[in-house]
C-alpha cells in the first residue's frame, strides 16, 4: 500500500504539485497521465524521495520516504539516464546491481532471462557501453534494472519512449506478467493512452500538479481521456 | 564568477609576457654578453617553437565540437569549416608571439636594419607561430587522445630538448638562417606567408573531408578498456564501488588526464629536492619540504577530490536510489583515495636517495594525508558540487569547478603548516614531521567518525545536489 497525504511542492511562488490524498493498493497497476509540465515525474521523483516536498509525505508500505532508507530494498524504479551507471557496459551494470543487492549469480541469470525477447540480443554481451546505446535499448536496461532484485513496487516513467513497436508489445506483457504472477505494484507514466489504459488498472490525470481524474472503470477510461486530451 | 576570474588570470599571463618582451633585449644582453643580441635570440627561435608546440597541444582547442549543431544547417559544409576555423583562429595564443618579439623588433632590428627588416623579422615570427596553430588544429584531430600522437609529442620533446644538451647535433642551426635571413631580406617573410597559406588549406581540406560525426567524434571507445581491481572487491559493497569509480576513471577524458598528471607530479620531487636553494647542511628539513610531501603522496586525492561528487553528477540518482547507496559511494572514494595515496608513497620511497630525511618527510605527510586532509578535502569539495561533463578535456577545462573549489586550495596549502610550524620552530624539524604523523595517526584511529561527518553532510545536502546535478536549479 502507498499512501501520499497533503503533498504539495512549491517552488517560491509557484505550486507545481497539490495532491491532497491519493492511495494505491499493493499489486495494482498505476498509469499516470496528463500534458507536460503537469507534474507527473516531479511526483515520482518526490514519491522516490529525490526531491524534497514542500509539505506532506509519501509512505510506502507504512515506510515514509524521508525518514529513513528500509523502502528502498523493495522498490526500484526507472525514470531517467541519471538512474544509470552509463559509462559500464550493461553486463557490467547488471553485475555491479547484482552484488548490491546480494543475489547469486543465478539468480541474475534468471531474472534476464525474462529479458531476453525484450532485449532482442542488442543488449548483453555487447562491448559497448551502456552511454553508446541507442535511446530504446538504453531504456530497456533501466527498466530491467529496476525491476532486479524481486521489488514490490516499481517505478517506470515514460516506459515506451523510445521503445519499436514490437519492444512496445513486449514490454506490455512483461509488466502484466510480472504484476500478475509476483503481485508487484506499478507506478507508470505515460503520454501512451493506447498502452496505459490497456496495462493499468486505475488512471489518473495530473493536471497543473492537481489529481482532476481518477478512473478505475476499462470501458470508461479511454473515452473520458479521448474527451480530455482532445479538449 | 569562474570565467570572469579566467579571463583575468589570461589578461594577467599576457600583461605578463608583453612585459617579458619589452625587456626581452636586456635580458639577452645579461645572458649573452659580447654576442650579436639578434643572432643570438635568432638561434633560441627554435625551442621557443618546439614549447610553443607542447603548450598548443596541451591546450588548443578542436573547433569542431560545435559542429553538430551546425551540420544540419542550411549552409555548406565549406563554409562551416572556414567560419569555425577562423574562430578557433581568433584566440589569445596567437598574440603570445607577438606580445613576446614586437617590443625587440622595434627596439633592437628597427635601428640596425629598419623598419622593413623589423617587419620581416617579426612577420616571419608570427607567421611561423601561425602555422603551428594550423597544423596543431589538424595534428590534433589526426592522432586525437590516441597513443600515438603522445609519443609524437614526447618525440618531439626529447629532440629538441636532449639534441643540443648532449650535443647529437645542433637543432638551432636548422632555423637560425632563416630568421638571420628574414631581418636583410623579404624572402622568408614570402615563403612563409605561403607556408601560411598552404597550412591553412592542408588543415580545411582534412576537415572537409571528415566532417561526418562519426569521424570527428572526440571519443570513440570502440573497446571497453579499464577492469575490475580484484583488491579492492575485498571490502564488500564500498569495494565494489570503489571499482565502479575505477571504472569512471579509466573510461572518461578529463579523469584520465587527471590520473596521468597524478603520475606526473610524482617527479614534482626532483624539482626540489635536487635544488641546492633547499638543502641544508645541518640535516635539517627546509620546511618546502612539507608542502612537496603533500603534493607527492597526496596529488590524486587534492585534484580529483576537489570535484569529489561532480564526477558522478551523471548518475546521482542511481545511488540514492540504493539503500545506503551513498555512504558506500563516498566510502568507496575512501577507499580508492587512500589506495592511490599508498602507491604514491610506495612510487616515492626511491627518493630516500636525496637524503633519508625525505623518506621521513614521506612518511609523516601521507599519514597526515590519509588521515586528516582526505577528510578536508572532502567536506570543502561538499560546498555546492556542479555538474559536469566528463568526457570533455581536462586542461583549461573549468566544468564543475566554482568557488569552493578555488578557494579549498588555501586551507589545504595551510594545514600543514599549522601543525608542522609550530613544533618545527619550538623544537626542530622532526618534532615538526612527528606531530604531521601523529595527527594522521589520530585521523586514521577516528577514519569511521570523521568520514561518517562528511556522509551525513553528503545526506543534508541530497536534494539541492540531486537537482543540481540534472541541471534543474
Request: glycine share 8%; with cysteine.
Amino acid at each position: 500500500m502507498i499512501t501520499v497525504t497533503n503533498l504539495k511542492k512549491q517552488y517560491k511562488e509557484a505550486v507545481v504539485l497539490d495532491v491532497e490524498s491519493l492511495e494505491i493498493p499493493k499489486g495494482e497497476c498505476f498509469g499516470l497521465v496528463g500534458n507536460n509540465g503537469a507534474g507527473k515525474t516531479t511526483l515520482f521523483r518526490i514519491m522516490l524521495d529525490l526531491v524534497r516536498p514542500t509539505s506532506g509525505e509519501v509512505s510506502l508500505e507504512g515506510h515514509v520516504v524521508n525518514q529513513g532508507e528500509e523502502w528502498k530494498k523493495f522498490t526500484g524504479a526507472y525514470l531517467d539516464e541519471h538512474m544509470l551507471l552509463s559509462y559500464l557496459t550493461p553486463d557490467e551494470y547488471f553485475e555491479t546491481l547484482r552484488k548490491i543487492h546480494g543475489l547469486s549469480e543465478a539468480d541474475l541469470q534468471v531474472h534476464l532471462e525474462k529479458f531476453a525477447e525484450l532485449f532482442n540480443d542488442e543488449v548483453r554481451g555487447k562491448k559497448k557501453y551502456i552511454r553508446d546505446l541507442s535511446k530504446g535499448n538504453l531504456k530497456k536496461v533501466g527498466i530491467a534494472a529496476a525491476l532486479l532484485g524481486n521489488p514490490e513496487v516499481v517505478f517506470l516513467d515514460e516506459p515506451f519512449e523510445n521503445l519499436d513497436p514490437s519492444s512496445q508489445i513486449r514490454l506490455k506483457k512483461l509488466i502484466s506478467k510480472e504484476k500478475d504472477e509476483f503481485k508487484r505494484t506499478f507506478l507508470i507514466s505515460s503520454h501512451d493512452l493506447n498502452h496505459v489504459t490497456e496495462i493499468c488498472d486505475r488512471i489518473v490525470l495530473l493536471e497543473k500538479g492537481k489529481i482532476i481524474r481518477d478512473l478505475s472503470e476499462k470501458s470508461e477510461m479511454m473515452r473520458e481521456l479521448e474527451a480530455y486530451f482532445v479538449g | 564568477m569562474t570565467n570572469i576570474f579566467l579571463g583575468f588570470i589570461i589578461l594577467l599571463l599576457l600583461s605578463y609576457l608583453l612585459l617579458a618582451g619589452l625587456f626581452l633585449g636586456r635580458i639577452i644582453e645579461n645572458f649573452a654578453e659580447g654576442q650579436d643580441p639578434i643572432a643570438f635570440l635568432n638561434s633560441f627561435l627554435i625551442f621557443y617553437f618546439l614549447t610553443e608546440f607542447l603548450y598548443r597541444y596541451f591546450i588548443q582547442n578542436l573547433p569542431v565540437v560545435d559542429l553538430e549543431s551546425l551540420l544540419h544547417l542550411p549552409v555548406g559544409k565549406r563554409k562551416i569549416m572556414h567560419l569555425l576555423l577562423i574562430r578557433s583562429f581568433i584566440s589569445p595564443l596567437n598574440i603570445i608571439a607577438l606580445l613576446i618579439f614586437l617590443p625587440f623588433s622595434i627596439q633592437s632590428i628597427a635601428p640596425e636594419f629598419g623598419s622593413m627588416g623589423a617587419l620581416g623579422w617579426i612577420g616571419s615570427l608570427v607567421l611561423t607561430s601561425w602555422i603551428l596553430h594550423w597544423f596543431m588544429l589538424w595534428f590534433k584531430q589526426r592522432f586525437e587522445d590516441s597513443t600515438l600522437g603522445l609519443i609524437i609529442v614526447m618525440a618531439v620533446l626529447v629532440l629538441g630538448g636532449g639534441s643540443t644538451y648532449l650535443g647529437w647535433y645542433n637543432l638551432d642551426e636548422l632555423t637560425q638562417p632563416i630568421f638571420d635571413l628574414a631581418v636583410n631580406s623579404i624572402l622568408p617573410l614570402a615563403v612563409l606567408s605561403l607556408v601560411f597559406v598552404g597550412s591553412y588549406w592542408l588543415c580545411f581540406r582534412y576537415h572537409v573531408d571528415n566532417a561526418y560525426l562519426e569521424d570527428l567524434s572526440s571519443d570513440n571507445d570502440s573497446q571497453v578498456r579499464g577492469q575490475s581491481i580484484g583488491f579492492l572487491s575485498r571490502f564488500g559493497l564500498a569495494g565494489e564501488l570503489a571499482n565502479v569509480e575505477w571504472k569512471l576513471i579509466v573510461r572518461h577524458k578529463k579523469s584520465r588526464t587527471y590520473l596521468m598528471l597524478s603520475a606526473f607530479f610524482l617527479l614534482y620531487g626532483l624539482i626540489f629536492y635536487t635544488n641546492p636553494a633547499y638543502a641544508s647542511e645541518d640535516g635539517g628539513i627546509s620546511f618546502i619540504f612539507v608542502f612537496v610531501g603533500v603534493f607527492i603522496t597526496g596529488i590524486f586525492m587534492i585534484q580529483y577530490g576537489q570535484l569529489f561528487l561532480s564526477w558522478n553528477s551523471g548518475s546521482f540518482d542511481f545511488y540514492l536510489n540504493r539503500k545506503d547507496g551513498v555512504e558506500q559511494l563516498v566510502r568507496g572514494k575512501y577507499l580508492l583515495f587512500i589506495s592511490i595515496s599508498v602507491i604514491c608513497f610506495l612510487a616515492s620511497v626511491p627518493y630516500v636517495y636525496f637524503g633519508w630525511q625525505i623518506l621521513l618527510v614521506h612518511i609523516a605527510t601521507f599519514l597526515f594525508n590519509i588521515g586528516v586532509l582526505i577528510h578536508v578535502i572532502i567536506y570543502l569539495a561538499l560546498w555546492k558540487p556542479k555538474p559536469m561533463d566528463l568526457n570533455k578535456g581536462a586542461m583549461f577545462n573549468y566544468e564543475g569547478v566554482g568557488a569552493a573549489q578555488w578557494l579549498m586550495v588555501i586551507p589545504m596549502m595551510i594545514l600543514p603548516y599549522v601543525i608542522y610550524l609550530p613544533f618545527a620552530l619550538l623544537i626542530n624539524d622532526f618534532a615538526g614531521l612527528a606531530a604531521l604523523a601523529i595527527f594522521g595517526l589520530f585521523g586514521i584511529l577516528f577514519y569511521k567518525k570523521l568520514s561518517a561527518l562528511n556522509i551525513r553532510r553528503v545526506y543534508q545536502n541530497k536534494y539541492e545536489i540531486s537537482s543540481s546535478f540534472r541541471q534543474e536549479l
